[in-house]
């Protein structure tokens, strides 16, 4: 199995991606809040990478959230912002969730040509570790980063991803998915790896720890949420 290491959403297009397992990573926070909300209860996610879409196509709903962020900060008019920690069962149960970010929703949109496309972050990495050997095919982890460059969060959980592949399988792997795989094999506290990172520390700056500590909890979900059709549903 071919599996490839996109190191942020700028780089998936539809010649790394067509034909592809892909998984669209974005640990801090879009797809931790993706899996969460489905978790929770909300019944369909819409990801889109502009605003003005996402205001308009949520029109065709009549039970739905707004959800997004941009700099990090919920958008003004908004329902709902980035943190997972406010999409509970409460908030989200039976509801259509239309969604943008800035970096994660727009690595599912350039993602779009994909056999399969999934959603992970720590908190479902067992899960979607399962879900790639079962379908056993090439796969392109797509690390969403941050303003087009790789963050530390997603490439350390792209890295165990393929670290746990690596158990069941022999990988073809360049060497910069060798490198994460070599950062993930250090072994060590996820939060201790990533004190210091840029977008680890500006989530910590404008008052988001408490999303840092449920992000970064591993495999706190079984769910493998799929995207299909411009809709991801568990």
Not at 28 to 35: C, E, F, K, N
Not at 173 to 189: H, M, V
Not at 198 to 212: A, N, T
Request: hydrophobic share 35%; glycine share 6%; aromatic share 8%.
């Amino acid at each position: 199995m071919k599996v490839t290491i996109l190191p942020s959403a700028i780089e998936a297009n539809k010649e790394n991606t067509e034909g592809k397992t892909v998984i669209v990573i974005d640990v801090l926070r879009a797809t931790s809040v993706m899996i969460t909300a489905l978790e929770n209860g909300a019944k369909k996610i819409y990801p889109f990478g502009a605003i003005e879409d996402t205001i308009e196509k949520s029109k065709t709903s009549k039970n739905f959230l707004l959800a997004g962020e941009r700099k990090g900060l919920k958008i003004e008019g908004f329902d709902l912002g980035n943190s997972p920690l406010d999409y509970t069962p409460e908030v989200v149960s039976g509801k259509e969730i239309f969604m943008t970010t800035s970096n994660g929703t727009r690595a599912i949109e350039n993602s779009k040509y994909a056999k399969d496309l999934f959603i992970a972050s720590y908190l479902n990495l067992t899960a979607i570790s399962k879900k790639i050997l079962e379908l056993n095919n090439d796969t392109v982890i797509v690390c969403a980063g941050t303003n087009n460059e790789y963050s530390l969060d997603d490439i350390l959980c792209a890295g165990l991803i393929v670290k746990e592949l690596n158990k069941y399988v022999n990988l073809e792997i360049s060497d910069f998915t060798r490198g994460t795989l070599r950062i993930a094999e250090l072994d060590l506290p996820v939060r201790k790896i990533l004190a210091g990172s840029k977008h680890f520390e500006y989530l910590k700056s404008i008052g988001y720890e408490r999303d840092l500590y449920y992000c970064l909890s591993i495999d706190n979900s079984s769910l493998t949420p799929k995207y299909k059709n411009g809709i991801i549903e568990k």
